[in-house]
Nanobody
Framework: VQLQACGGGLVQAGGSLRLSCAAS????????MAWFRQAPGKEREFVAG????????YLIDSVKGRFSISRDNAKNMVHLQMNSLKPEDTAVYYC?????????????????WGQGTQVTVSS
């Protein structure tokens, strides 16, 4: 599975971005998908995850109410809608895929990774 993330950019605080992750190589409809982010000087952290059908999602507290994760299995894509962005959301965002059931928050539990897309939020 190859994952390609896009949609990052520079936005002012309070603005919105929509990240997308496209998969190739095989279909994602049996995979758990997630977004992680890594800010400068910090460890990569889990942001949001979604189960194979899209019926279950999990987001970290700091983005709840502002971010949402969705998937389109027919198009083999996953999205992260980010609203009310804050400077502390600045990071490289990565999409990841997990072959086994259950949304997990640790990097080592994901099998495939995209290359990352930069999100910069100015104050």
């Amino acid at each position: 599975v190859q994952l390609q993330a896009c949609g990052g950019g520079l936005v002012q605080a309070g603005g919105s971005l929509r990240l997308s992750c496209a998969a190739s190589g095989r279909t994602l409809d049996t995979y758990v998908m997630a977004w992680f982010r890594q800010a400068p000087g910090k460890e990569r952290e889990f942001v949001a995850g979604i189960n194979w059908s899209g019926s279950s999602t999990y987001l970290i507290d700091s983005v709840k109410g502002r971010f949402s994760i969705s998937r389109d299995n027919a198009k083999n894509m996953v999205h992260l809608q980010m609203n009310s962005l804050k400077p502390e959301d600045t990071a490289v965002y990565y999409c990841a895929a997990r072959r086994t059931l259950g949304i997990r928050i640790f990097q080592h539990e994901y099998d495939y990774w995209g290359q990352g897309t930069q999100v910069t939020v100015s104050s």
